[in-house]
């Protein structure tokens, strides 16, 4: 079959201390002090055969995650971009939808039957470590990653554990035409990423706050949607990029704004009549430039939110925390605490809208193109489609 293989040379920058796991394991923990001049190419590799407690997919549509972008993308010495848990070669490719075609041996198999439509979570969590089993399968000790340390979606097939596997028959129901709520369906796993994000790692905000969202990319897109259908009274996006300001506005944010062109803590602080943003979330990956903005903004009992990935140390001017009684969340991921379940169903009913942020897709054939559009971070989502 066809897939989008990424490979790139295990060579650690010098000072970096390489870990007993990454040494046994082959991972690096911080792929962007590993792994050196990536290399990205369409190839010819066998069809997967599912095992016990696994399904078989064909995949319909994969979304460019801007994790894959950073795969490709380098510094200055050839190291790539992507800061967190890798292992190369593999199929790139982590939002996707697809059909099963055939079930593994196995009680999961009862879940699901042949022909049945879904997506399916990035994070394979083990179910057995101590963070597992404590309810946080997004920090599995033994975890793999979907695209990142093992075969992804950018290909005609993908075998994935049943057990992560969900319907998406609501957005086959809100979209009548097929080829498009296979497209929307890929998407859910970054609006998951945002709903963990927003919901479940902030704790959320009470109807009638202000948030302010730096970064309109996929991720801050679903933030803005998922803020909207929560009952904020504004939500506020700052964003670089003409097209995805628009995109944003399309979305329903209240305020779009260029962080070039406009101080962002002096127009949240506008905007919100002197009281400060109750959430701000980083989807940017730019903490150097946003976490400063969102201090000076912050609400009594305000929160930020980091979701976007950026391998660097940000200062922090603690003082500003202790005085607002403020809180600052980290997140990854989106499995566990219903997220994916409650994200299809918002997608079904129509509060989550995200063909409205589809703007290109490729054949599976153009898969280095798609990514090297991706890198222009000119588009909403792109999607590629096997």
Excluded at 25 to 31: D, F, L, S, V
Excluded at 316 to 339: D, N, V
Excluded at 346 to 358: E, F, H, Q, T, V
Aim: contains cysteine.
């Amino acid at each position: 079959m066809k897939a989008l293989v990424l490979e790139a040379k295990w060579e650690p920058r010098p000072g970096y201390q390489v870990s007993e796991f990454e040494r046994k394991t082959g991972k690096a923990i911080e792929g962007s002090s590993v792994w050196r001049y990536p290399k990205l190419e369409l190839r010819d590799i066998p069809a997967p055969k599912p095992g016990p407690g696994e399904v078989l997919l064909k995949v319909r549509a994969c979304g460019i995650c801007g994790s894959d972008v950073h795969f490709y993308e380098t510094d200055r010495d050839g190291y790539m971009l992507y800061p967190g848990l890798t292992k190369f070669p593999t199929v790139i490719g982590h939002e996707f939808a697809g059909e099963i075609v055939e079930i593994g041996p196995g009680p999961e198999g009862k879940m699901f039957k042949v022909g049945d439509r879904v997506t399916v979570e990035e994070m394979v969590w083990c179910g057995y470590c101590r963070a597992c089993r404590d309810g946080y399968p997004n920090q599995c000790q033994n975890l793999e990653e979907i695209g990142f340390t093992i075969p992804g979606a950018m290909a005609e097939y993908i075998v994935v554990p049943a057990k992560l596997c969900w319907k998406v028959d609501a957005v086959f129901e809100r979209y009548a035409d097929e080829k498009l709520a296979w497209q929307v369906a890929a998407t859910t796993e970054p609006t998951c990423v945002a709903y963990n994000t927003i919901f479940e790692c902030a704790g959320g905000f009470r109807p009638g706050a202000y948030v302010v969202i730096y970064g309109a990319g996929p991720i801050g897109l679903a933030a803005t949607q998922l803020a909207k259908a929560a009952g904020a009274a504004k939500v506020i996006v700052f964003e670089v990029s003409a097209v995805r300001r628009e995109l944003a506005k399309k979305v329903g944010a209240d305020y779009v704004l260029d962080p070039t062109e406009e101080k962002p803590a002096e127009a949240v602080m506008e905007i919100t009549h002197g009281e400060g943003a109750d959430l701000s979330v980083e989807a940017a990956g730019a903490p150097e430039k946003t976490i400063p903005e969102m201090e000076k903004t912050l609400a009594v009992g305000g929160k930020i939110a980091v979701v976007g990935r950026a391998a660097q140390r940000v200062p922090m001017y603690l003082e500003r925390f202790q005085t607002r009684k403020a809180k600052l969340f980290g997140a990854q991921g989106h499995s566990g605490y219903g997220i994916f379940p409650s994200v299809i169903r918002m997608m079904g009913a129509g509060l989550i809208d995200n063909s409205r942020i589809i703007t290109a897709t490729f054949p599976l054939s153009q898969g280095v193109e798609a990514i090297k559009r991706a890198m222009e971070r000119r588009d909403g989502k792109i999607m590629v489609l096997p």
